[in-house]
């Protein structure tokens, strides 16, 4: 247990649906973040934020809608997703912003069809 | 970039032995992390070395980290089959964008029994 919860652990989608990722962190944390793993690439940072506000959007498609309510809770919004948007969403949390070290949930593995 | 490099891409070895992990990066760093993880799990986190550190220990778990060459090595000693997993490294510099960490592609380790 990391303190870091999301789900759904599992989501199959068709490319009309719509539906939501969501993450949960219990360590009083500030910073949260979410990242996509896909095979034999890096993981790629999508979105942080700090204290509820957005401070990074990495060139994320708008089809991906983050969205934090309060500091213990982010979700990511999916619509009208591509095929190749299939991958592992890792959602983390910091206590420090910068270079802080990153507290990883079991991430969302999501298939598009 | 200032993303990380993991080098072997995967590495095979015998319970027992001593598994070493390299990675480098391009550009001055804040810190350098080491992460673990499980298929098809979230990343754990095992050590974080600063810049001004050369050497750190984490039971079977030794980092070393040269500025001067932009290049940090992963020692697990006497390996056990539960090491079996990938490990990355994340270097993360200073401020604004710059202190987010970027992580490598990994190394794959399969320590056999």
Known sequence: ETGVTQTPRHLVMGMTNKKSLKCEQHLGHNAMYWYKQSA?????????????????????????????????HLFLHLHTLQPEDSALYLCASSQERIAGEL??????????L | SQQGEEDPQALSIQEGEN????????????????????????LVHLILIRSNEREKHSGRLRVTLDTSKKSSSLLITASRAADTASYFCATAGYGG????????????LSVKP
Do not use: D, H
């Not at chain 1, 990495?58 to 934090?68: A, I, L, Q």
């Not at chain 2, 964008?97 to 990994?106: A, E, H, T, V």
């Open chain 1, 103 to 112: 507290f990883f949930g079991e991430g969302s593995r999501l298939t598009v």
């Open chain 2, 19 to 42: 598994a070493t992990m390299n990675c480098s990066y391009k550009t001055s760093i804040n810190n350098l992390q080491w992460y673990r993880q499980n298929s098809g799990r979230g």
């Open chain 2, 97 to 108: 964008s710059q202190g987010n960490l970027i992580f490598g592609k990994g190394t794959k």
């Open chain 1, 40 to 72: 034999k690439k890096p993981l790629e940072l999508m979105f942080v934020y700090s204290l509820e506000e957005r401070v990074e959007n990495n060139s994320v498609p708008s089809r991906f809608s983050p969205e934090c309510p309060n500091s213990s």
